[in-house]
Every structure is written in structure tokens, then in C-alpha cells.
């Protein structure tokens, strides 16, 4: 079908189903609104060509170039996609769901506010992609390269990540939940009010981050580096893990409440005004730390060390310190036994 023909049947209203236009050459023209379905598109042209929200309903796809084109808030749906070519393209606020698009280039593409679902991306090139504002679910990315993308406001959700890389990315308000992240590493990136919460991290690399007011809650963290971070005002609460290293980083007004961080190391680091509230620290290492007016009320410290740490107004009220090392403890605040009666008060039977 010439382009021509194609598109004025595509102004005309009409849906086209079934067709066979493999290798078709439709580059630079305008199919704006265009409904496809079960369309045979493999190795079409369709570079610079116009085709924003058109809909792509079980079309054949593979290995058609799409370079440069306009697909704004075009809908693909349970599309073969293998090998396709999305290079400097706009997909903004494009929906792509239960599609294959394996070993796809979409270098430099634009999608901002879109939507892939339920799709396998793996071994694509995503260098310099452009996903602010947008939502991955329940997706593979496998061996994808993201090298530079930008990840602003983006949510990645249940989606498999394994061997992604994304050096020099830029993340900010990005959230990863259920999302498995372990060995990965984070170390030249900038993290900015990243949300982490109940992701798995085992083994995971921040050493060196820049990674403000980013959250980490209820995340498993076990032998992850956090070494040299800079995370003021980070959130840890009811984290996880064994072996995890934070030494000589700055946490000022970090939250680690109720976290299980025994066996850790955090030597050096910047504690000030820490919270560590009924948090288990057991045989943690705090040497050297600046722990002013941090507060550990009901944590467990039993066997940690924490020499040479300033421990100006550091509380301790209720805290299990057996066997711990503490040659500032003199400056700390210990239990208040007032308090501690308050606590312990409970009402009279009957």
C-alpha cells in the first residue's frame, strides 16, 4: 500500500486489520489517530513519519524504524517489537503493554510520561533515554543499557533489572518498589530524593553518592556499601541487614528507627542528630563517630563499639549497652528514671 493510500485511509476514520505491509515505506508521512490491528509492519519505514496516537493493537513490529517519529501518546499493544528502532523519537506519554521489544534501540528517545507494562526490553540500548514522569511495571530489562538516562519522577515497579547498567544517569524522585537491586551499583550517579523502600539491596554499591532525603525503609540491606555517602536527612527505619558498611558517611538527622543493622560499620561517619530509636545495633562499630545529640532510647548497643566518638548529649535512655565501648559516655545522657517508671506504667487490672 502506497503511503498516500495509507493515509487517507487512516484520515478517513477507518481501522485496518490484517494487512501485510512488511518493509511498506512510509517515512515522513502523516498517520496521526491511525488504529492497526494485527498489522504486519515488520521492517517498515516509518523515520520522521507522523503517527501520534495511533494504535498499534497485536502488530508484527520487528525490526521497523521509527527514527526521529512523532508518537505521542500512541498505544502498542501486545506488539512484536524485536530489533525495533525508536532512536530520537517522541513517545510521549506512549503506552506499551505485553509487548516484545528485545534487543529494541530507543537511544535518545523521548519517553516522558509513559507507560510500559508487562513488556520484555531486554539487551535494548536505552542510552540517554528520557523516562521522567514515567511507569515501569512488572517489566524485564535485562543486559539493558540506560547509560545516561534520565530517571526524573520515574516509578519501577516488580521489574527485573538484572545486568542494567546506568552510568551517569541522573535520579531524582525515582521509586523502586518490589524491585530487586541486588549487586547493583549506584557509585557515580546522583540520587535525589530516591525511594528504595522494601527493595532488596543485598550487596548493593552507593559508596561515594550523593543521595539526600533518600528513603530506604524496610529495605534488605545486607553487605550493601554506603561508604562516603552523603545522605543527610536519608530515612533507614525497620531496614535490614548484616555487613553493611556507612563508614566516614554523612547522615546527619538520618531516621534509622527500629532498623537491624547488627554487625555494622559505621566508623567515622556523621551521626549528628541521628535517630536510632529502638533500633538493634548489636557488636556495630560507631568508632570515631560524631554521635551529638543522636539518640539511641531502647536500641540495642550491647557489644558495639564506640570509642574516640563524641557523645555530647547522646541518649541512651533505655538502652541495652553490655559489653559496649564508650570512652565519651560521661557526656552522654543515661536512662531517666522518671521516664522509665512512665513507661513501665500500666493500668490496674479490673
Known amino acids: 500500500m502506497s503511503p498516500e493510500l495509507l493515509s487517507t485511509a487512516v484520515s478517513l476514520g477507518e481501522t485496518l486489520v490484517g494487512l501485510n505491509l ?18 504486519d509492519f515488520s521492517q517498515a519505514d516509518f523515520r520522521q513519519a507522523d503517527l501520534r496516537e495511533t494504535v498499534f493493537d497485536q502488530c508484527n513490529l520487528a525490526g521497523a524504524l521509527f527514527g526521529g517519529a512523532q508518537l505521542r501518546r500512541a498505544v502498542f499493544n501486545q506488539c512484536q517489537m524485536e530489533h525495533v528502532d525508536f532512536r530520537s523519537a517522541n513517545l510521549h ?28 526490553f531486554d539487551h535494548a540500548n ?29 516509578s519501577v515497579l ?8 546506568w552510568q551517569q544517569s541522573t535520579m531524582q524522585r525515582t521509586v523502586f518498589h518490589n524491585t530487586v537491586l541486588a549487586g ?3 557509585v557515580g550517579l546522583t540520587l535525589d530524593g530516591c525511594m528504595f523502600a522494601s527493595s532488596d539491596l543485598t550487596a548493593a554499591d552507593f559508596s561515594s553518592v550523593p543521595m539526600r532525603q533518600c528513603n530506604f ?14 545522605a543527610p536527612n536519608s530515612i533507614f527505619c525497620q531496614a535490614s541487614g548484616v555487613g553493611v558498611s556507612f563508614a566516614q558517611a ?15 560499620q559505621f566508623q567515622g561517619a556523621n551521626l549528628h542528630q541521628a535517630h536510632f530509636a529502638g533500633a538493634q545495633l548489636a557488636r556495630s562499630n560507631f568508632a570515631s563517630c560524631d554521635l551529638t ?21 547522646t541518649c541512651l535512655h533505655g538502652a541495652k549497652t553490655e559489653g559496649a565501648q564508650m570512652s565519651d559516655r560521661k557526656r552522654a545522657l543515661e536512662t531517666d528514671p522518671d521516664l522509665a517508671q512512665a513507661e513501665a506504667w500500666q493500668p490496674m487490672a479490673g
Do not use: P
Open 22 to 39: 512488511s518493509k511498506g515505506q512510509y517515512a515522513r508521512t502523516f498517520l496521526g489517530g491511525g488504529i492497526f490491528s494485527k498489522v
Open 93 to 120: 506519554a506512549a503506552v506499551l503493554n505485553e509487548c516484545l521489544a528485545m534487543h529494541g534501540q530507543f537511544g535518545q528517545a523521548v519517553l516522558t510520561m509513559a507507560t510500559l507494562a508487562k513488556s520484555r
Open 126 to 154: 536505552w542510552r540517554e533515554v528520557n523516562l521522567e514522569a514515567s511507569v515501569i511495571t512488572q517489566s524485564s530489562l535485562v543486559d539493558v543499557c540506560a547509560d545516561g538516562a534520565a530517571w526524573l519522577h520515574t
Open 158 to 165: 516488580e521489574c527485573d533489572l538484572a545486568h542494567l547498567t
Open 184 to 186: 547493583k551499583s549506584f
Open 217 to 230: 525503609q524496610a529495605a534488605k540491606l545486607d553487605h550493601a556499601r554506603f561508604d562516603s555517602v552523603s
Open 250 to 264: 554523612d547522615l546527619r538527622q538520618a531516621l534509622f528507627t527500629g532498623a537491624q543493622l547488627d554487625d555494622c
Open 293 to 313: 545529640y543522636a539518640d539511641f532510647r531502647h536500641a540495642t548497643l550491647t557489644g558495639a563499639e564506640m570509642r574516640q566518638a563524641t557523645m555530647l548529649r
